[in-house]
């Protein structure tokens, strides 16, 4: 892990992250969070100026690092801790698993192997490290669950689930926690096991404390109305077909848990039916059936509430209608991969077994299941390491000219710091004293930089703010469906559209110009508000492109030669709204 780390040093700026969902809005949150460390009220800098709650990050305890370290490197020591923490937690949990294989014949080193296969496999899965533990920590809490049913290693598991709750997420992964939580604990109390059962309620009491706390606003936003109104009240929502929507979350992998757990399903599956039929590990197969169980149950709920009858019902559940209840999905990948371990247990107890006791048809059964899975181990671990965030990294290192966003590239970095002093230069006045819009840079390159921003990514952000938006850019919507269903019916990227180049966000530097820009520069004057030209100051328009109608929408070029580095991803063209 601390390995996979380096290349993100030695590159630093340079370094390569997945940007969707993460530097375009949740980094962007954590550096606002820090900036205002200790503060209450709206960021004046997004959106002009949005409550919190539109910026809700992920992992409220790592704010911190962002507090007192350059982005790119708190992003960086989010994805090692993240990785320790998922490699710990799976180590640990499959260690626990031997104990469900009866009886015990294969070597400790057997064990071993597994247990660190499966703990590095799942330390790489690429999942997004703004998400703090939200799926990372997963395994280890399960642990700590089991630890605190047995009353084992003390206080341990205690600060664990309070750290669990400071590094995740209520609305990603934490209301699916406590609600498989909940249900664990009545089951253990049906079964009579009232001391665990109330230790596993206090253990859910407390994850519970720790999301209530951080999410005061929201929750109050959401449960009882309080604040402004969601734009996610307008949200189109469309159903799917129940069946395949199922099969679907069963064999394949989803936006962000993608685990690649259809490379080994079908031999797992195989594997744990021939176990059953041999009625000689009952339990390990009946703890195989739990997890299933529970893939299989997350799977239920979430194909219904995304089918047609459950988008019917959910209109009718006013601000929890938006919620995204799919998200249950985020609890399986640990789940696959933990059945994974117990197959592999299963028939290397098998094999141990029929070394003495079987004849050579069974020994030979045995032989070729662990080479199918032992094969399929291999193979998930090759998919998932060219997958993982570290190939593309280590690729910039052996190859600078290694064509991929950086993190550097993304933000603007060297280009906004000469666009920032030539308005200082020109009208003397500060980022805190005008607002700018963003075309074909994403406006998160501009938040990074601290300019004042109108435009964002939010997936909460005031419903009156979207609909003045919208005159901004409603010209270019009626000539695109394209963008006007993806700006009215979701709405979550807030940002300046064009016909002419519909679903780019970021343009690289070349030829492209854009021939007739219809932008309502009125408009974007009311949104920027009364004292927008207050002290000389006014609206700035950041374009990646030359808009050749400019001066006929309102827009005025500052400087004839475009904001740009030699090895800069951005040109950046800088306009001014006329006054």
């Known amino acids: 892990m601390i390995i996979g780390f380096l290349p993100y040093v030695i590159l630093g700026q340079d370094a390569i992250f997945v940007y969707h969902d993460q530097l375009d809005g949740e980094l962007i949150a954590y550096l606002l969070h820090a900036r205002h460390l200790g503060e209450s009220g709206p960021f004046l800098e997004f959106m002009g100026g949005s409550a919190r709650t539109a910026l809700t990050v992920p992992a409220p305890l790592f704010v911190l690092l962002y507090s007192v370290m350059d982005a790119h490197l708190a992003l960086a020591l989010m994805q090692l801790l993240g990785s320790l923490c998922g490699f710990a937690g799976m180590y640990l949990l499959v260690k626990m698993l031997r104990k469900t294989v009866e009886p015990l014949h294969f ?55 309070l750290l669990y709750g400071l590094c995740s997420s209520l609305v990603l992964s934490g209301f699916g926690v406590l609600a498989v939580g909940v249900v664990a604990a009545l089951v253990l109390f049906i079964g009579k096991k009232k001391t665990a059962a109330g230790r596993l309620f206090a253990f859910v009491g407390v994850l519970l404390g720790v999301y209530v706390a951080e999410n005061l606003e929201l929750l109050g936003q959401i449960l009882l109305g309080h604040g402004e109104t969601s734009h996610k009240g307008r949200y189109v929502l469309r159903g799917s077909a129940f069946w395949p929507t199922l099969w679907e979350n069963l064999v394949d992998s989803k936006v962000h848990t993608n685990d ?12 744990a039916a021939c176990l059953l039929l041999t009625r000689r590990y009952k339990k390990l197969t009946r703890t195989m059936g739990v997890f299933l169980g529970c893939i299989a149950g997350a799977s239920v709920i979430s194909a219904f509430w995304d089918c047609t009858l459950g988008v019917m019902l959910r209109e009718e559940m006013g601000g929890l ?25 299963g028939v290397a107890n098998h094999l141990w077994e029929s070394r003495q006791k079987e004849g050579i048809g069974c020994k030979a059964c045995a032989w070729i299941g662990v080479l199918l899975l032992v094969g399929m181990v291999v193979l998930t671990g090759g998919k998932v390491l060219t997958a993982s965030h570290l190939k593309a990294n280590v690729k910039k290192m052996v190859n600078a000219q290694y064509n991929a966003m950086s993190f550097s590239d993304y933000y603007a970095i060297g280009v906004m710091e000469q666009v920032e002093k030539y308005i200082e230069d020109i009208t003397g006045a500060g980022k805190e004293d005008y607002r700018v819009v963003s075309f074909g840079i994403d406006p998160a390159a501009a938040l990074y930089h601290g300019f004042y921003c109108l435009d964002g990514y939010s997936n909460n952000y005031d419903l009156a703010y979207k609909l003045a938006f919208r005159q901004v850019i409603a010209s270019e919507l009626e000539r695109s469906e394209y963008i006007r269903q993806s700006f009215d019916d979701w709405g979550n990227r807030c940002y300046l559209f064009s016909s002419e180049c519909p679903g780019y966000y970021t343009i690289e530097k070349g030829g492209f110009y854009l021939k007739d820009f219809q932008i309502d520069t009125e408009a974007l004057k009311i949104l920027g508000g009364d004292d927008t030209y207050s002290d000389g100051a006014g609206i700035y328009l950041f374009s990646a492109v030359y808009i050749e109608n400019a001066e006929s929408r309102g827009l005025t070029l500052m400087r004839e030669l475009p904001f740009e580095t030699e090895d800069s991803y951005y040109r950046i063209f800088l306009y001014e709204v006329e006054k």
Do not use: D
């Not at 999905?329 to 117990?342: G, K, M, N, Q």
């Open 321 to 345: 209608r938006s919620f995204q209840m799919n998200r249950l999905l985020w609890l399986t990948p640990f789940l696959w991969y933990a059945l994974l371990a117990l197959a592999l247990f």
């Open 107 to 161: 070597p400790v080193w057997v064990e071993e192997l597994v247990a660190v296969a499966i703990g590095l496999i799942y330390a790489y899965l690429p999942f997004l490290p703004v998400y703090g533990l939200s799926q990372y920590g997963m395994p280890l809490l399960l642990v700590c669950g089991i630890w605190i049913c047995r009353k084992e290693k003390g206080m341990w598991p205690w600060l664990y689930v």
């Open 260 to 271: 690649f757990h259809s490379t080994f399903l079908w031999g797992v599956v195989l594997v």
